[in-house]
Antibody, heavy 118, light 111 residues
Framework: QVQLVQSGAEVKKPGASVKVSCKAS????????IHWVRQAPGQGLEWVGW????????NFAQKFQGRVTMTRDTSISTAYMDLSRLRSDDTAVYYC???????????WGQGTLVTVSS | QSALTQPASVSGSPGQSITISCTGT?????????VSWYQQHPGKAPKLMIY???NRPSGVPDRFSGSKSGNTASLTISGLQAEDEADYYC???????????FGTGTKVTVL
């Protein structure tokens, strides 16, 4: 069965960086895009961006340009999201999700809480 | 990219039917049949309930149905059950961004 398993919760200070991992299993990793979506406490869903695990091509929401990097290691079917220069308003649960097609997300990771606090 | 507009809350009694609306523009909902709906229970990850306007993934009960008219998509839950109490988000492909757009979210309460 398809599973996306994310790394554990992180606590970071403002200005630091965080790297969240997303390990895929149950399907061919390079056949489906991986998206990253975040949800601030009590708020709605916000798209961060996506990575094509086959080519490594990425695309990010404009508000994260210059601060986010997405990579993958196909040998271990794992995608990564790196967010730098963290601010308090980056505190959120970050989800990875597999794209079925046309930006529709059919499987989601369990989420990783990133807390930014001094 | 502006979020799609959903009602903040919808409620119904067990066994009733409720409908959640999701309003966008001709650049997203009105222009494409790539509308999806997600259910999210507190502290849990979103779950895909409907894709491509009206298709249900395997395992989703047939009491969940989706439709679209013009720039508005709708999710209907028939025979409401206690376990349906959750937040629901719509999403759509959009021509104005290389990413999709989510709705504002609707809290469904089972009375």
């Amino acid at each position: 069965q398809v599973q996306l398993v994310q790394s554990g919760a992180e606590v970071k200070k403002p200005g630091a960086s965080v790297k969240v991992s997303c390990k895929a299993s149950g399907y061919t990793f390079t056949d489906y895009y991986i998206h990253w979506v975040r949800q601030a406490p009590g708020q709605g869903l916000e798209w961060v961006g996506w990575i094509n695990p086959n080519s490594g091509k990425t695309n990010f929401a404009q508000k994260f340009q210059g601060r986010v990097t997405m990579t993958r290691d196909t040998s271990i079917s794992t995608a990564y999201m790196d967010l730098s220069r963290l601010r308090s308003d980056d505190t959120a649960v970050y989800y990875c999700a597999r794209e079925l097609r046309w930006l529709q997300l059919d499987y989601w990771g369990q989420g990783t809480l990133v807390t930014v606090s001094s | 990219q502006s979020a799609l507009t959903q009602p903040a809350s919808v409620s119904g009694s067990p066994g009733q039917s409720i409908t959640i609306s999701c309003t966008g523009t001709s650049s997203d909902i009105g222009g494409y049949n790539y509308v999806s709906w997600y259910q999210q229970h507190p502290g849990k990850a979103p779950k895909l309930m409907i894709y491509e306007v009206s298709n249900r993934p395997s395992g989703v009960p047939d009491r969940f149905s989706g439709s679209k008219s013009g720039n508005t998509a709708s999710l209907t839950i028939s025979g409401l059950q206690a376990e349906d109490e959750a937040d629901y988000y719509c999403s759509s492909y959009t021509s104005t961004s290389t990413l999709g757009v989510f709705g504002t979210g609707t809290k469904v309460t089972v009375l």
